[in-house]
């Protein structure tokens, strides 16, 4: 889908050095991917804190029961 964008070609210029892409085009691509990346990393952020977590599970105790049906059930 070909678009027309009003870009300032020194701030282009700058991201074909820095990305060490070879055209414009993937220089956007990859500059939009970062961008959403960050985004969406940064709605992460706002869950801190959301979880409930259960003070009485024994994550070493679930790691022996894991490791116990492993053994026996035996190669595979």
Do not use: H
């Amino acid at each position: 889908m070909a678009t027309t964008l009003a870009i300032d070609p020194e701030l282009l210029e700058r991201a074909l050095q820095v990305s060490g892409e070879k055209t414009k085009t993937a220089v956007v691509t990859v500059a939009l991917r970062e961008f959403l990346a960050r985004r969406e990393q940064a709605g992460i952020l706002d869950l801190f804190g959301t979880l409930e977590w259960d003070e009485t599970y024994d994550y070493k105790q679930e790691r022996s029961r894991t490791e116990a049906r492993r053994v026996n059930r035996g190669p595979s």
